[in-house]
Structures are given as structure tokens and as C-alpha cells.
């Protein structure tokens, strides 16, 4: 282990995920993300994940272990041996995401596997817990949300230590006496917080159509029902100030800004689309905006990766409480916070802080610290590492 360790007991940190680079996703950046911060730290570090074996190296002091036939039967055996050749004590981070471990998001023997695994500690990160249900829903959603929450309840009784990226999740995690507490761990930003001075004046001067030019800016997936809300609020903030420009960024908003300017063709030169960018580039796109509007329908959380990109650039961030919106958001002072997931009340906030661009930059740093402080890679580390107490999501 070319003399690496986690602490004083020498234990060796597996993550077990369904997706690691080069595959895209929020878990494989996380992933990626917490592996190299643990190596960086002095850690033995072993990533699990489906695929073959890649040509690029991966960072020094990370070994990634692909399983070619994923976590199915076959590729738990595999898992199995390879896991029993190398030396203990081990700890294994699950990295727990359903629909990431295959079979349809019913990968019942990977659960089984979890809950029959001893002799190792187990700690399983929650990114999801299972489908929703009930009786306004297909038949079928329902049978995945009953066996995902059934796997959830074999992984979670087996779990050494639970966290959670919100605590909203506790209401899907299932009931029966569980061995630990839920802690609470939000996923930091998978961008850099810090991108080139010099890539961020070269984007804003691209932008810009004038020396006085605004750009709004959004980060998205560009799916229903966030893009009727973005719809609704983003035409009357562009038509309120002719100077304003409309920067809409990730998969899809090429898409959503032909929808966008077909419905309101005064709009047509003011929106720009840039599609999914690449992580340095996305970064300083996203840096070179004056404020950036991130609605939500079940308002903001602590797994929204892409607030958590706008805070942790310092920009000026607009978004909405809603039922999924910790307590922490509320009076953090860290960002404009609509008091409602409606579009009107969002317009309503976002109009209140694009008239008031004196406040702009003691905003953007307010919500940098806010971030550095509760959401950064730093403070996940610091957490995995026990050098910092998680929040306990308490009981009701």
C-alpha cells in the first residue's frame, strides 16, 4: 500500500459505486471527488465500479477496481474474491444511488450481499433512497418503489454509519430499528471554486453584447416541471431590462431556449445556450454571470449540486424555499431566497436583487463562506476523517 493510511488502525477505504469517471454523473464526480481528497489525506483508497479497465491512470494513491460484469451476481463474486485478497481491516463507503447498481434500479443481491457482509465496517452515503409510491401511481412505480425500499432497509440495518445529502431523505429511509444515527452530509460542488482569472474575463467578454450587459445565468438539466417554473419567471425578468441577457448552461438548454425563444420571439438574440460544458469551462461560465436563477419545484436543498456550484463561485444566487428546503437556508443570508416555489415569487425576488447591483458582491461573498463552511469538499473530508462532527438528522 506503498506505505499509505487512514489513521492509526491502518483501516483501508473501499467506495463501492455504480459510476466513476471517465462515466458523467453527480455520484461520479462526488466519487471521484471524496477518493481523491482521501489519498490527498493519506489514505489507503480502493474504488469499486462497473466498467473495464480504463487506459488513464487514476490519481496518485487511488486504485480503481473495475467489475466488467457490474454488481450483478457474477460481479459480486468477483467482488468478493478480489475484496478477500487484500489486506485488512477494511471500510467500505457505498456510494447508494438504486438505479446506479443496475438491474432496473432492483438490484436485490447487491443489497443482500451489504447486509451479509461482517467483518468489515460498512458506511453507506444515501444520494437517493428509493422511489416514491402510493395509490396515485402506476403499478409498476409502485413495485420499484416497494423493492428499493426494501433494499434500502437490508443495506441501512447493516450500516456501521448512515449519512444522508439531505435530511429530506429521512422520510424515505424505512422505519425499523436502525444501529446508528442518520448524519447529515451535503455533496459539495463537482466544479472548481476557484476557475482562471483569466478563462472567466474571456467568457464574460463573449457574452456580453454590451459593456453594460447583465447575464442571468442557469444551470440545468432542463427537465419538467423546473423548466415550466424557469419558463414562467425568466421571459418577464429579459423583457423588465433590455440590458439583461439570459446564459443558460448544461444538457438540454439548447433545447429550452428554442422552446423559450419560439414562445416569445422578442427574446431571440438575448438567450444563449451553450449546452454541457466542460468542468473547467462550465466553472468560469458560471463565474462570469452577475446572478445566476436556480429554482426548484420542491425548492432549494442540500443535494442540488448545481446551487452548490453557485455558491462555492461567489456569484449571486436566487433561488426558492419549497418542502424539500432545510432549515439552514432560511436567514443564512447567503443567497435571495424566494419564500415560495412559484414562479411569480421567484420573478418577484430575482427583480429585487438584479435592481440592487450594489449588493451583489457582499452577496456572492456571503455565499461563498456559507459554502466553504457547511457544503465544501473540505468540510466532507473533515467529516469522513471524524476531525469534525456531522449534523444528526434528529428523530420526529
Not at 467482488?79 to 438504486?98: D, N, S
Not at 428554442?258 to 449546452?275: D, F, I, K, M, Q
Request: proline letters at 10%; one cysteine or more.
Amino acid at each position: 500500500m506503498s506505505g499509505r493510511r487512514e489513521d492509526a488502525h491502518g483501516v483501508s477505504w473501499h467506495l463501492l459505486t455504480g459510476e466513476y469517471p471517465p462515466q458523467p454523473g453527480g455520484v461520479s464526480d462526488h466519487t471521484w471527488q471524496v477518493s481523491e481528497g482521501l489519498a490527498r489525506a493519506g489514505c489507503a483508497v480502493h474504488v469499486w465500479a462497473p466498467g473495464e479497465r480504463q487506459d488513464t491512470p487514476p490519481p496518485e494513491g487511488i486504485t480503481v477496481h473495475r467489475l466488467p460484469e457490474g454488481f450483478g451476481p457474477r460481479g459480486l463474486l468477483r467482488l468478493e474474491r478480489e475484496l478477500a485478497r487484500l489486506p485488512g481491516p477494511k471500510r467500505l463507503l457505498v456510494q447508494y444511488v438504486p438505479h446506479a447498481f443496475g438491474y432496473r434500479a432492483m438490484n436485490v443481491p447487491f443489497a443482500l450481499w451489504l447486509a451479509r457482509r461482517w467483518g468489515d465496517e460498512v458506511w453507506t452515503f444515501f444520494h437517493e433512497v428509493s422511489f416514491p409510491w402510493g395509490w396515485d401511481r402506476p403499478w409498476r412505480h409502485n413495485v420499484l418503489g416497494a423493492v428499493t425500499r426494501v433494499m434500502a432497509a437490508l443495506v441501512m440495518a447493516r450500516t456501521d454509519r448512515l449519512f444522508v445529502s439531505t435530511p429530506w431523505w429521512k422520510e424515505r429511509l424505512p422505519q425499523p430499528p436502525r444501529r446508528v444515527p442518520i448524519e447529515w452530509l451535503p455533496v459539495p460542488s463537482n466544479l472548481s471554486t476557484r476557475p482562471s482569472p483569466d478563462r472567466v474575463e474571456s467568457a464574460r467578454a463573449s457574452l456580453r453584447t454590451s459593456p453594460d450587459a447583465v447575464l442571468l445565468g442557469h444551470l440545468g438539466t432542463y427537465g419538467e416541471p423546473l423548466v415550466t417554473m424557469l419558463e414562467e419567471a425568466l421571459p418577464g425578468l429579459l423583457r423588465r431590462d433590455t440590458r439583461r441577457l439570459a446564459v443558460l448552461t448544461g444538457r438540454g438548454s439548447t433545447r429550452f431556449a428554442e422552446r423559450l425563444t419560439g414562445r416569445y420571439p422578442e427574446l431571440a438574440g438575448r438567450v444563449h445556450a451553450l449546452g454541457g460544458l466542460p468542468g473547467d469551462e462550465l466553472a468560469a461560465t458560471l463565474k462570469a454571470c452577475d446572478v445566476l436563477l436556480q429554482p426548484f419545484p420542491d425548492g432549494l436543498s442540500t443535494r442540488r449540486s448545481s446551487a452548490m456550484a453557485g455558491l462555492g463561485l461567489g456569484v449571486p444566487l436566487v433561488s426558492n424555499a419549497g418542502s424539500a428546503t432545510e432549515p439552514l437556508w432560511h436567514g443564512s443570508g447567503a443567497l435571495a431566497l424566494a419564500p415560495e416555489p412559484t414562479s411569480a415569487s421567484i420573478r418577484e425576488t430575482a427583480e429585487a436583487l438584479l435592481s440592487a447591483p450594489d449588493t451583489w458582491p457582499a452577496l456572492g461573498q456571503r455565499g461563498a463562506d456559507f459554502y466553504t463552511e457547511n457544503f465544501s469538499l473540505t468540510h466532507t473530508l473533515e467529516v469522513l476523517l471524524d476531525r469534525a462532527p456531522a449534523r444528526v438528522v434528529e428523530d420526529t
